[in-house]
């Protein structure tokens, strides 16, 4: 049937019980049963039920204490509460916190297809609002970028336009803002869309070996290099090239990309002959370009060849009434994922997440809202589930575990570097690749927290 619910009746009263489940599936609902807001508790966590008899007075646990713990853990499950000692001030108390009705012992079966009208006519207005909602969805996003903010509806604008165009682009915006969405995004909407998208990290690949990434091999060209390879220029043909932290890259290396943007030809390690390429290139930085042209670790020529189009994405602080959105969209994701179901987080948790300043961006905030699933012990997020990021993870207050002290101790020397990833791995005695992942891990922008000094 249509309307089919799952139902479950909480009565100390056998008779009850059973007389309850004689109407239900006699109608075609699916019914279970408990004598006890326990057993109830019990059976709910493995089931979701769509609506459920409670009765107000029962040995231990109350009906009006089961009702505020199922509408705070399972709010989309309707209770209505049902006794034979009814009173204003227990209904008015049940109906605050959060009964679809409240029904009188002893009644008719007439009186049950009331209610049940009722329920049902509720159910198909929540079902029309989940439609609606996600119509919503749709309208705030855009090829899986989520926002709708003025800043993002700007660059939601913004998006086919670039697409149409063949130029070049530089992503500019902190770690974590989404730099590459933005980049596949302009991809799937150009004349491209078809052909590969290939994305790299150049600060995430050593010099030694980006050369070869990049363009490739013949066998023998290098100790190791035991068969011919295609590189990455060649492999993308017709497609779209996305360099990420294309700040990252060598002076030698800029250079040698410069002349391919210009010639639109390649040639492998280790061989003479060139051959054509066809791509568009997108790249990303998240760190000041111009300033490290003027500090001479940036090439100016290739700067502007790679910056014909330029787009900056803004941090998460400057599109805080996106968060919500991007929180119920990480609760889906990590839901769907794991073995927890969490439906929302509360307006109280939502208000802490939207005073944060999240220096790891979008990135951090799908870090925190999945640390909170999976400690969860609910179907509701609060202001408990966030507890760390107050316990000095977004400061560098005293550490309270190794990877606080970690992450605090990067961030202080990212600062003294001024964001230079290179110059800070020196500092922390590790390669760069390595400090990249950990970038990464925590969330972390490259010179989080760093004053900027004045242009002189």
Not at 142 to 169: L, R
Not at 173 to 196: D, M, V
Request: with cysteine; hydrophobic share 40%.
């Amino acid at each position: 049937m249509e309307d089919r619910l799952s139902i479950m009746i909480v009565d100390d009263e056998m008779i009850v019980r059973e007389s309850f489940r004689y109407w239900f599936e006699k109608s075609g609902h699916r019914v279970d049963t408990a004598a006890s807001g326990n057993e109830a508790l019990e059976k709910i966590q493995g089931v979701a039920f769509d609506l459920l008899f409670v009765d107000i007075k029962m040995p231990g646990m109350s009906g009006i204490e089961l009702l505020g713990i199922v509408k705070s853990e399972y709010p989309e499950t309707m209770v209505i509460i049902i006794t034979a000692f009814g009173s204003i001030e227990s209904a008015v108390k049940a109906m605050k916190l959060g009964a679809a009705d409240y029904l009188l012992k002893p009644f008719k079966p007439e009186h049950l297809s009331l209610v049940m009208e009722k329920v049902v006519q509720q159910r198909r207005l929540d079902s029309e609002n989940r439609y609606l909602k996600g119509r919503l969805d749709r309208i705030t996003r855009f090829e899986n970028i989520i926002g709708q903010s003025e800043p993002m509806e700007v660059i939601f604008q913004m998006i086919p336009e670039i697409a149409a165009d063949e130029a070049s682009v530089l992503l500019s915006g902190e770690t974590g803002t989404g730099k590459e969405l933005i980049a596949k995004a302009i991809h799937a909407k150009s004349p491209r869309a078809n052909k590969p998208f290939i994305a790299i990290n150049c600060g995430a690949i050593p010099d030694s070996l980006l050369e070869s990434e990049l363009f490739g091999h013949q066998r023998g060209a290098f100790t190791g290099a035991h068969r011919t390879r295609k590189g990455y220029l060649e492999a993308v043909s017709g497609g779209t090239l996305f360099l990420d932290e294309v700040g990252e890259i060598s002076f030698k290396m800029q250079v040698d990309l410069l002349r391919v943007l210009e010639e639109k030809k390649i040639c492998r390690v280790g061989e003479s002959r060139p051959m054509d390429v066809d791509f568009r290139l997108i790249a990303a930085t998240s760190r000041n370009l111009e300033k490290q042209i003027s500090r001479g670790t940036f090439r100016e020529d290739f700067f502007y060849r790679i910056n014909v189009i330029s787009l900056t994405i803004p941090p998460l602080r400057e599109r805080r009434e996106d968060i919500p959105l991007l929180v119920d969209h990480f609760l889906e994701k990590f839901s769907n994922e794991t073995t927890k179901h969490v439906d929302r987080a509360t307006p109280d948790a939502l208000a802490l997440l939207g005073r944060y300043e999240w220096p790891g961006n979008v990135r951090e905030l799908e870090n925190a809202v999945e640390r909170a699933v999976v400690l969860s012990r609910g179907r509701t997020l609060d202001v408990s589930d966030f507890a760390f990021l107050q316990t000095g993870t977004a400061g560098e207050g005293e550490a309270r575990s190794l990877i606080e002290a970690e992450t605090n101790h990067i961030r202080k020397i990212l600062r003294e570097c001024d964001g230079n990833v290179t110059h800070a791995a020196a500092v922390l005695k590790i390669n760069r690749v390595t400090l990249h992942k950990k970038i990464k891990r925590y969330g972390l922008r490259e010179g989080a927290g760093k004053k900027e000094k004045p242009e002189t």
